[in-house]
């Protein structure tokens, strides 16, 4: 099955600086790679996804790199805000309705003012 | 967007009894629906994968006899935990994609969250 793998687990930055997120999967048939940010004690939200067919993603300030080759991908968030204070999670799945899919461990972001 | 909502959002239970957990899909047909887990500081651990109509598909590990799913209709999935113990206190999530088996899928979408705590 797919594994997926998250780093860093942690991740502090000034309000205003840019953060990263980097994830690596193991399954080469995985085409789907989206981005939750979940707040404490509330469900996953999606923020951003991308396919395998498109390399990168953006959205405002966020965006998503897809490397197949290496099997990694990446969130950028730029111009951090206190707001974007919660745990961000990666994930992987082929790209059906009937697939789960598999998140990495999680990222505790946490801007300071 | 597309809505799943979950019940109860807490609960709370003696040793021993059941517990179940209703997942629905309010604005669209879910053949298949996820139901994930997650430990305090955690990330969300697949349980199963609950398809409409069949027999739910259990991931290693995951006791099919203690954790009952039911999914008897396109909008309604629901978990039943058998014999609850504290070690089965948890964060209960489900979840449904949107789009057809074999074709694209979309956003998926999750329960508000189930949180139950065993005493």
């Known amino acids: 099955g797919e594994n997926v793998e998250q780093h860093p687990s942690t991740l502090s930055v000034q309000e205003g600086d840019s953060a990263v997120i980097k994830c690596t999967y193991s399954?080469?048939?995985?085409?789907?790679f989206p981005w939750y940010k979940q707040e404490l004690g509330k469900r996953p939200q999606l923020i951003i996804d991308?396919?395998?067919?498109?390399g990168e993603k953006k959205d405002q300030r966020i965006a998503v790199t897809l490397n197949k080759t290496a099997k990694h991908f990446s969130l950028h968030i730029t111009e951090t805000q206190p707001e974007d204070s919660a745990v961000y999670f990666c994930?992987?799945?082929?790209?059906?309705?009937?697939?789960?899919?598999?998140f990495g461990s999680g990222t505790r972001l946490q801007v300071q003012p | 967007g597309a809505v799943v909502s979950q019940h109860p959002s807490r609960v709370i239970c003696k040793s021993g009894t059941s517990v179940k957990i209703e997942c629905r899909s309010l604005?669209?047909?879910?053949?298949?629906m996820f139901w994930y887990r997650q430990f305090p500081k955690q990330s969300l651990m697949l349980m199963a994968t609950?398809?409409?109509?069949?027999?739910?598909?259990?991931e290693q590990g995951v006791e099919k006899d203690k954790f009952l799913i039911n999914h008897a209709s396109l909008t309604l999935s629901t978990l039943t935990v058998t014999s609850a113990h504290p070690e089965d206190s948890s964060f209960y999530i489900c979840?449904?994609?949107?789009?057809?088996?074999?074709?694209?899928?979309?956003?998926?979408?999750f329960g508000e969250g189930s949180r139950l705590t065993v005493l």
């Open positions: 994930a992987a799945s082929r790209d059906t309705g009937r697939r789960a899919l598999t």
């Open positions: 609950s398809n409409e109509g069949s027999k739910a598909t259990y």
């Open positions: 991308i396919r395998s067919n498109v």
């Open positions: 604005d669209f047909q879910a053949t298949t």
């Open positions: 399954d080469s048939a995985s085409n789907y």
């Open positions: 979840s449904a994609r949107m789009g057809l088996a074999g074709g694209p899928a979309g956003e998926l979408f």
